[in-house]
Each structure stands twice: as C-alpha cells, then as structure tokens.
C-alpha cells in the first residue's frame, strides 16, 4: 500500500537550517530553565525560525511556554538588540492586555543557570490546539473571539495577525485564545506622539483585524456558499490587497532561496522542513487523519 502524500514519512524533506536562519544560532531552547522560583525541564520545542524560538517546558505542578527572541547575528549584522526588544515588547502587551481575558498570563523573567534572559519571555501554557479552517466550534467561540478584537482595539492594540489560524488556540474548554503577540501594532504613547498622533495607521491595521475575524466565521462554516467568497472579498481592505500582491512575490522569492539552500523540497512549503513548527505537525496530522476516514479517489461516487 502506498503511502499518503500527507503522510510526513512520505514527504521528501530539506536539511537542517543553518545557524543564520535560527534564533538562537547552532543552540536550541535551553534544556532547563528558572522562572518565579521554579525549575522547568524542556518538554517539546514547537517552534524555531529566524526570529524566535518557542517551546513548551514543564515541573511537577504544571506547563509554561518560553520563547526566546533573536541573539544570533545576521552574518556580520548583530541581531540581539532586536531579540531583546522583542521581548519586552511582547511582555509589555501581555500586560496591558491581561483585563481582556483569554491570553496567556506574563510570568517572571526566565533565568538560564541563575543568569536573567532578557530576550525571553515567559507565559502560561493553554491546553488545547490550533484552529483548522472548517473546524465545528462551540456557538460561543466566535462572539468571545470578536469580544476579545474589540478589547485589543479599544486599549488601542492591533493583533495584525489574526490571518494564521495557528494563533488562535480552541482552547479544552472551547473558548478562544490568542497566543502570538510578535508583530501587534500597539499605539506609541508620550508627549512627542500626540504631536502627530497617526491615528490612520493604526486604524488601517484594526480594520484589517476586523476583516480576517470575518473570513473565520465565514470559513467556520460548514458549507460556506461561494456568495460568502465574494463579500469576503468585496470587504478586503486596500492594505490587505497591496499586502497581499507584493507579499505572494515575496513569499515566492523566500521560498525558492530556501530550496535552493536545500532547507526545503519541491514547492518550498514549510512541511517540507526537516523539523517544521508543531502547528504544521499537527496540520499534516490533521490532513492525515480526514484522509484515512475519506474513501480513496477511485472509491468515491
């Protein structure tokens, strides 16, 4: 019997990254690590790309995610400036957006053998997995989701990534949780900004928010109806369609340099990594599962 083509045993896959195209270099996250008192062993790293690694570390009592931002240099360019700043940026919006509900709690900073990380940021873990596109979720999933958009806008914060289904955790107990706070637009705030006060900006950004929360409802649906496609397309803010036309091109041009470096094979879809990220694991897992349960083509009436 062949295999699948989901199957990750039958997908050709690159070779290791380099260390220039890793967070932490030739490192992984540390084996061990210190926060609030408490020695955390590592469990499972869910994510390593160029700009931060995440991973799942564990106690007797209970689970926390670490990510460490950025430190390895980019050839001759130092690097770990941004890494350090990504971190306090990231703490300081889990902070201010704590009241909201439904995100991870900031815990304390993350000691490496008793010496403070300042690119790393800790939070709590949150059981559960990522939404898949056509998922059947609890009637109160999506309002709470949308309750939680308008949170973030009123405190003047734009999540901007609320596109990739992998930052919005279906928690266990099936509410909604953002996880991902790496590229939010958060208004700047002092006396030398309401000089210009580029409220523009940031509306852009909440409108575009709004827009991906209206393609997860309407791609939660069972059977969405092409008419649906068509409105979502109608409501596609301009910075969306500009995004999107020179992003593909860009995303075109990464992904032939990574299969030309040989990170990745074929069409440079990041499944084919050697170690891709646990939300696409768990996709292929997911992609996998629909198959096994779906008759083959030449089965189907």
């Keep these: ?165 992998e930052n919005i955790i279906v928690g266990d107990d099936a509410q909604p949780y953002l996880i991902d706070f790496q590229i939010s637009y958060r208004q700047p705030r002092g006396w030398w900004w309401r000089l210009f006060r580029p409220l523009w900006f940031l509306r852009i950004l909440q409108q575009c928010d709004r827009y991906h929360l209206q393609k997860h409802v309407i791609r939660s649906r069972p059977n969405p109806l092409p008419e649906d496609e068509t409105e979502l397309d109608r409501l596609r803010p301009w910075p969306i369609r500009v995004a999107r036309f020179f992003g593909n091109r860009i995303r075109g041009c990464r992904r032939k340099l990574l299969v030309l470096l040989g990170i990745r094979r074929g069409k440079g879809l990041s499944r084919t990594e050697s170690d891709p990220e646990d939300a696409v694991k768990r996709s292929m897992s997911h992609e996998g599962e629909t198959q096994e349960s779906t008759p083959a083509a030449g089965e189907r009436h």
Aim: charged residues 25%; positive net charge; hydrophobic residues 40%.
């Design 1 to 165: 019997m062949s295999q699948r083509p989901t199957d990750p045993a039958a997908t050709p896959l690159g070779k290791p990254r380099p260390a220039v195209f890793r967070a932490l270099g030739k490192s992984d996250p540390p084996s061990q690590v210190e926060v609030d008192g408490d020695m955390y062993d590592l469990e499972v790293i869910l994510k390593h790309d160029s700009w931060a690694a995440t991973a799942i570390y564990k106690s007797t009592e209970r689970r926390i995610v670490c990510k460490f931002n950025r430190k390895q240099w980019f050839f001759i360019i130092p690097l770990g400036w941004v890494g350090r700043w990504l971190g306090r940026r990231e703490a300081r919006l889990l902070t201010e957006l704590a009241p909201i509900g439904n995100l991870p709690l900031l815990l304390g900073p993350v000691k490496i053998e008793g010496k403070v990380a300042p690119n790393a940021v800790a939070r709590t873990f949150i059981p559960g997995h990522p939404l898949r596109w056509g998922e059947l979720l609890d009637d109160a999933f999506l309002p709470r989701l949308k309750s939680m958009i308008e949170g973030m806008h009123a405190r003047g914060v734009a999540y901007v990534d609320l596109h990739k289904p």
